[in-house]
């Protein structure tokens, strides 16, 4: 829909049906290449859909793309392994969008609020959708998904810890499965952030934010060690989605197919063209 200035990732906001129905063409035909590709013995520990906003699409586009997964969920490993992300303002008006994703498998949903300030997230080019959050959880539980997770980022431009305790406590209040806290990242001369923000958070600031949101998550019940940036609320659960941190952690080997989506076998790693 928009890049958010905070993002670091690849992200094209072409806008139309026509773009939307070909990319969703190509990247349906890329998966079924991949899959006849791979030895039957294969098995896939986890699915992720995500980098920027998948749910942009319509409904029918979200209904081909998990058709196009079908085959792929025979491969999974794991119980409740495909995971989507989605924003407020989608989850809030698209019900039919999220029925097709349920209807196709998904099990997990992770939505980009990222903080409850309409200020904070006009600044970084993010669509103001505070007074949309609600409703989207509606939805969302309605829909029936396995899991619920909430996106929040810490260290925005001009954030204060008042501002930060608001973000937490409120998604806190809407109770959600997990909620990752990301520290927000100002690197690269050439990133939006970096260009548009002179006073960035010290250290003590990162860390007063980091430890702020820690104590009022566990306080709530969300279980983490000390460091993390996922929070649960079911023991035994990470918060993550079914391979996120295996695959971080442990180097097990992913492939993604989509715009700019890295792989990454052995010692091999690259990225599908943009």
């Keep these: 829909q928009s890049k958010c200035y905070f993002c670091n990732f690849a992200v094209d906001?072409?806008?139309?049906i026509d773009i939307h129905q070909a990319y969703t063409d190509t990247l349906c035909r890329q998966l079924a290449m991949l899959h006849d590709a791979l030895p039957k013995s294969v098995r896939v520990p986890g699915i992720d859909i995500g980098g920027g906003t998948p749910t942009l699409l319509q409904a029918d586009m979200l209904a081909q793309m998990m058709q196009a997964l079908a085959p792929w969920k025979d491969r999974l490993s794991v119980e409740n392994g495909i995971s989507i992300e989605t924003t407020p303002a989608i989850a809030a008006e698209y019900r039919d969008r999220l029925d097709a994703l349920r209807d196709g498998g998904v099990d997990r949903v992770s939505m980009g609020i990222q903080s409850a300030n309409a200020e904070t997230l006009q600044a970084v080019?993010?669509?103001?959708?505070?007074?949309?959050?609600?409703?989207?959880?509606?939805?969302?539980?309605?829909?029936?998904?396995?899991?619920?997770?909430?996106d929040l980022i810490f260290g925005l431009p001009d954030q204060s810890l008042a501002?930060?305790?608001?973000?937490?406590?409120?998604?806190?209040?809407?109770?959600?499965?997990?909620?990752?806290t990301y520290d927000c990242l100002y690197r690269g001369k050439g990133r939006a952030m970096t260009k548009r923000t002179a006073d960035r958070p010290t250290p003590e600031k990162y860390l007063a934010l980091y430890e702020?949101?820690?104590?009022?998550?566990?306080?709530?019940?969300?279980?983490?060690?000390?460091?993390?940036?996922?929070?649960?609320?079911?023991?035994?659960?990470?918060?993550?989605?079914?391979?996120?941190?295996?695959?971080?952690?442990?180097?097990?080997?992913?492939?993604?197919?989509?715009?700019?989506?890295?792989?990454?076998?052995?010692?091999?790693?690259?990225?599908?063209?943009?």
């Design 13 to 16: 906001v072409r806008q139309g």
């Design 125 to 150: 080019n993010r669509r103001a959708q505070t007074d949309m959050n609600a409703k989207a959880v509606t939805n969302l539980r309605k829909t029936g998904f396995h899991r619920l997770n909430a």
């Design 163 to 180: 501002d930060w305790r608001e973000s937490v406590e409120r998604v806190i209040g809407e109770g959600f499965d997990s909620i990752t």
């Design 212 to 274: 702020m949101s820690h104590r009022l998550l566990q306080d709530a019940g969300y279980i983490a060690d000390y460091g993390s940036l996922n929070y649960s609320r079911h023991r035994g659960e990470t918060g993550t989605s079914a391979y996120f941190e295996r695959r971080l952690l442990w180097h097990i080997p992913y492939v993604g197919v989509g715009n700019y989506a890295s792989s990454q076998i052995g010692n091999r790693w690259w990225f599908a063209p943009y």
